[in-house]
């Protein structure tokens, strides 16, 4: 089993819809990273999570570290927003990222 | 600040060639990582270093090797290049406080 899974493997929505992606992992933790990887680009950190829930204009982070669980919403959902997001944990163990295999979003106009 | 960089953006080889990848970051990280990326695999780690002179194995290193001679480079060497190398590698470093920071990736292809 995966030490990060992620949740749906592949999501196409109507653009405005509210979008929730979602990372469970089952190692320590000391952060958890929630990456943006547009068609053929380069990798962006979008957040850095240890606690609680963070905001970055349409986008919203949440984890539960009692659960060892996070989320990812993306509201009012925009075709632009279509790209591979990608959940990754700084465990805290070792100096190494473990990464999900990301989530393929495709936003339709 | 350029942040991480890597040369070469793309690549094509013939099976048993040589090459080497370069990353190379401005921001005084002890902490960087070569990763390549495969359809449906995700990122996989192949080598490491917490520090300049310092190196570790990854999930996948066989036919790779690194070196960190100085802080701001590590620098990932195919000696003999395979097929199974095509891929598309990036590399990142990390802070002490774990933020993450990636090149722009170099797409590999190995024929």
């Known amino acids: 089993k995966n030490e990060v899974e992620q949740s749906p493997q592949n999501l196409t929505a109507q653009e405005g819809e509210f979008i929730t992606i979602n990372c469970s992992y089952s190692?320590?933790?000391?952060?958890l990273h929630w990456l943006q990887q547009h068609p053929g680009g380069g990798i962006v950190s979008l957040f850095m999570l240890s606690s609680g829930k963070k905001k970055h204009g349409r986008l919203i982070a949440t984890i539960n570290i009692q659960e060892k669980h996070s989320s990812l919403h993306i509201t009012a959902s925009h075709p632009r927003d279509s790209a591979v997001y990608i959940c990754?944990?700084?465990?805290?163990?070792?100096?190494?990222?473990?990464f999900g295999k990301g989530t393929r979003l495709h936003i339709l106009p | 600040n350029a942040g991480v960089t890597q040369t070469p953006k793309f690549r094509v080889l013939k099976t048993g060639q040589s090459m080497t990848l370069l990353c190379a970051q401005d921001?005084?990280?002890?902490?960087m990582y070569w990763y390549r990326q495969d359809p449906g695999m995700g990122l996989r780690l192949i080598h490491y270093s917490v520090g300049e002179g310092t190196t570790a194995k990854g999930e996948v290193p066989d036919g790779y090797n690194v070196s960190r001679l100085k802080k701001q480079n590590f620098l990932l060497g195919l000696e003999s290049a395979a097929p199974s190398q095509t891929s598309v590698y990036f590399c990142a470093s990390k802070t002490t406080t774990n933020e993450q920071f990636f090149g722009p990736g170099t797409r590999l292809t190995v024929l």
């Open positions: 990754a944990v700084a465990t805290n163990r070792d100096d190494k990222i473990i």
């Open positions: 921001m005084n990280h002890e902490y």
């Open positions: 190692v320590g933790i000391s952060a």
